[in-house]
Nanobody, 126 residues
Framework: QVQLVESGGGLVQAGDSLRLSCAASERTLSNRGVGWFRQAPGKEREFVAA????????SYADSVKGRFTISRDNAKNTVYLQMNSLKPEDTAVYYC???????????????????WGQGTQVTVSS
C-alpha cells in the first residue's frame, strides 16, 4: 500500500475551477492505476475519474465528463484532478486512491483500490 495525501480543496463559487493534488509517499505509484472518488453529504461514495499507468487512457463519471480531467506526473509521484465549471452539486469530500502494485488498468469500483487518502473538502457555493 502507498500513503496518499490530498490537497487543494476549498470554498469556491459556481463556475470556478480547482485543481486537487494527491501526493504519494513511502512507495511510488509506478505500475498502479489511480482514481478519484467523492462523497457528498448524505450520499454514498461515488466514482469520479480514473487513469491507467503509462497508457494515457482515462475514464470519467457522466456527471463530470467534459469538466474534470485526471492526470498524473509519474516523476513527481503525484496525481491531479483539474475541476472546471464547478457546480454546487460537486460539493463533496474528494478522495484519491491507488490500485495494488501491477494493477495498471482503469477501474471505477472502490473495491479494486487498496490505498486511500484522507480526503479534501470541496465546497461550491451558488
Amino acid at each position: 500500500q502507498v500513503q496518499l495525501v490530498e490537497s487543494g480543496g476549498g470554498l469556491v463559487q459556481a463556475g470556478d475551477s480547482l485543481r486537487l493534488s494527491c501526493a504519494a509517499s513511502e512507495r511510488t505509484l509506478s505500475n498502479r492505476g489511480v482514481g478519484w472518488f467523492r462523497q457528498a453529504p448524505g450520499k454514498e461514495r461515488e466514482f469520479v475519474a480514473a487513469t491507467a499507468w503509462s497508457t494515457g487512457t482515462s475514464s470519467y463519471a457522466d456527471s463530470v465528463k467534459g469538466r474534470f480531467t485526471i492526470s498524473r506526473d509519474n516523476a513527481k509521484n503525484t496525481v491531479y484532478l483539474q475541476m472546471n465549471s464547478l457546480k454546487p452539486e460537486d460539493t463533496a469530500v474528494y478522495y484519491c486512491a491507488a490500485r495494488g502494485p501491477y494493477y495498471r488498468g482503469i477501474s471505477s469500483r472502490q473495491e479494486n483500490y487498496d490505498s486511500w487518502g484522507q480526503g479534501t473538502q470541496v465546497t461550491v457555493s451558488s
